[in-house]
């Protein structure tokens, strides 16, 4: 572990503040580290281990791909990938996807598909305040929180952010000038933060009645982690563009974004373009990834574990340091009364104890663990966080 540890400070750039565990494989929601201890995953790799670990049908697909192909450019035709783009389409509202590696990609992509539908008078989109949608430099001026803008200004203008469930403050915002909305129905990076249901019908309606394209950012929240395949499912509305990421490749990085085909057919060939987006390797492991999400009535489980754990955290409310628990599905946070060292510190107990944790927003504990998660891990977690918590 310390020769780890001595390595990566000495050769890999510190952009991550890391914790001191280095992991060696995984078998369901145990990971295990390079020392043998296991933990339950409670964080799945920041939502994008949906199934957990060593997944057969996902190893089925390496083993079978690997003997083929890796790699092929976009400019042939990709089985693979036209696979994949007819499962997305047909388990979702959307017509058209493009593929590409990253959440940051597909939402780089949502913006340059809106900027083109817009057209050069229409050119401002609206993000949320709390939002996160990426690092590069579009998606960083997307991101309404200034904490990751600070060093890197200046921003790429035609970015207006608003309030978070404010309809009062959309209405101001949506102007002529606007040709895109953008929003995580539940803000994951943002310390989980769900949006009203009705504030979401009704900015939709706002955005049909004024042309502006509603994009949601299922980055997070898709794949099954709230209880629906995507989170808009619950909202009974349908987005212009989704994208997607994180769960979306088992594992592999497999980012993409989606439109209605009115929306999608603004790109012309040439417009938009990525050298691995939609390679064979990815596409065979995701598809096979999303085959057994879907097959397997997981999903469906969701809603009665997420309901059931967050029962269990919000007993936990007893304790003056609980401020709120929130969330859907297995996309949970408790907000707690504490800075950002003892948080962290409050993580790495919870790792001696053998549970994964996460932390989102400036003082929230982050629940995303694989959708997988025994009622008999929630429930052994929920008794480390009591005795932890009634010691404070
Ligand atoms: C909602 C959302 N959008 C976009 C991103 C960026 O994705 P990536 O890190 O794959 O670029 C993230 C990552 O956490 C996210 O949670």
Known sequence: MENVIEKTERYVMHTYRRFPVCFDHGEGCYIYDINGKRYVDFLGGIAVNALGYHVKPVIEAVDEQ?????HVSNLYYIKEQAEL?????????????????SGAEANEAAVKLARVYGGEKRDNIITMEGSFHGRTMFTLAATAQEKYHKGFYPLPPGFVHIPFNDIVAAD???DDSVCALFIELVQGEGGINVADCSYVKKLKKMCEERDVLFCVDEIQSGMGRTGRLFSYEWYEIE????????ALGGGLPVGAMLAKERVAQCFKPGMHATTFGGNPFCMKVAKAHLDFLLSSHIIDEVPKKGDYFKRGLQKLKRFSVVKDI?????MLGMELNLDSDSLRNF??????AG???GIAGENVIRFEPPLIIDYKNIDELLLFLEKELAKM
């Open 85 to 101: 783009a007819e499962l997305l389409v047909k388990n979702s509202c959307l017509d058209k996807v493009f593929f590409c590696n």
């Open 355 to 357: 549970f994964l944790l």
């Open 326 to 330: 929130r969330g859907m599905g297995l």
């Open 239 to 246: 987005p212009d563009i989704m994208t997607l990421a994180k």
């Open 347 to 352: 993580v790495l107990r919870a790792m001696d």
């Open 66 to 70: 690997k003997e083929k192909l890796f």
């Open 172 to 174: 101001r915002a949506m």
